[in-house]
C-alpha cells in the first residue's frame, strides 16, 4: 500500500514569496491533517479535513496561510507571504476517518522542509 | 494551548542498555500514543495506549498508560542501534474528530 506523498521534499524561499506544498493520502482516508513541526519541537496541527471540508483550522494563520482539499482527495497548503519564522517541516497525515471514540490512526508523509531566507 | 511535557529531552545510552522516557500533561487524554521519527522522514506510530492503567508491548517496546491518565511511559528494552532517532508522545481527547497533541521529543542517541 502505498503512503502519503508529499512534494516537494525541500524548498528555500526568500521571505515575502510565496510557497505550495502538495499531499497525495492514502487511497481510501477520508481524514487529511497538516502539521508545522518547527525544528526541536513536536508537529503542530495547522488544519484537519474530512472529506473535502474544514473541520479544525484553529491554528492555521489565516492572513498568510491557506489551504484546500477541493475534491476530497489530494491537498495543498500555501504560504502567501512567507516570514522567517514559517522556518520548518511541513508534514500531511491521513487517516481512515473515524467519527468518534479511539483516535484515528494517522499516517505521515516524508514532509517538506521549508527555509525562508 | 495544551503542552505534553516530554522527558528527558535527550539520551546518549550504550548499546544493549534499557531506556525510559515519559510525558506528562496538565489535562486528560483519552488515548496516548508514542511515534518515532527519523531524519528527513514524518513520525511512525509505535504503540497506541486506549485505557487508564493500560500496559501494551510491541517488541522490545513497552509502555504505559496512567491511571491518572494525565500521563505516559515509554521503555525501551536492551537497545540497539537502530533505535536511534526522535520518540514523540501525542495525547488524543478521543471527541469526533479530535486532534493529537504532540510532546517536544526525546531525542535518543545509542553508541555501538
Known amino acids: 500500500e502505498a503512503g502519503v506523498a508529499q512534494s516537494p521534499r525541500y524548498k528555500i524561499i526568500e521571505k515575502r514569496q510565496s510557497v505550495a506544498f502538495w499531499c497525495n493520502p492514502i487511497?481510501?482516508?477520508?481524514?487529511l491533517y497538516w502539521y508545522q513541526q518547527i525544528l526541536g519541537q513536536g508537529p503542530k496541527l495547522l488544519i484537519q479535513f474530512q472529506n473535502n471540508g474544514v473541520v479544525d483550522d484553529s491554528q492555521l494563520p489565516k492572513d498568510r496561510f491557506s489551504a484546500e482539499r477541493l475534491k476530497g482527495v489530494d491537498s495543498t497548503l500555501k504560504i502567501q507571504p512567507a516570514k522567517l519564522e514559517d522556518s520548518a517541516v511541513y508534514l500531511c497525515?491521513?487517516?481512515?476517518?473515524?467519527?468518534?471514540?479511539?483516535?484515528?490512526?494517522?499516517?505521515f508523509g516524508p514532509g517538506t522542509r521549508l527555509t525562508v531566507l | 494551548g495544551q503542552q505534553l511535557n516530554q522527558s528527558p529531552q535527550s539520551m546518549f545510552i550504550q548499546e544493549g542498555e534499557d531506556v525510559s522516557m515519559n510525558c506528562t500533561s496538565s489535562?486528560?487524554?483519552?488515548?496516548w500514543l508514542w511515534y518515532k521519527q527519523d531524519p528527513g522522514e514524518g513520525p511512525v506510530l509505535l504503540i497506541a495506549l486506549y485505557k487508564a492503567g493500560e500496559l501494551t508491548s510491541n517488541g522490545r517496546l513497552t509502555a504505559q498508560f496512567g491511571i491518572t491518565r494525565k500521563d505516559s511511559f515509554l521503555n525501551i528494552s536492551a537497545s540497539i542501534p537502530s533505535d536511534v532517532g526522535i520518540y514523540f508522545c501525542a495525547g488524543h481527547r478521543g471527541t469526533s474528530y479530535g486532534k493529537l497533541t504532540f510532546g517536544q521529543g526525546t531525542i535518543l542517541t545509542v553508541h555501538p
Open positions: 489535562s486528560i487524554f483519552n488515548t
Open positions: 487511497s481510501g482516508h477520508a481524514t
Open positions: 497525515a491521513s487517516s481512515l476517518g473515524k467519527l468518534a471514540g479511539d483516535a484515528d490512526t494517522q499516517y
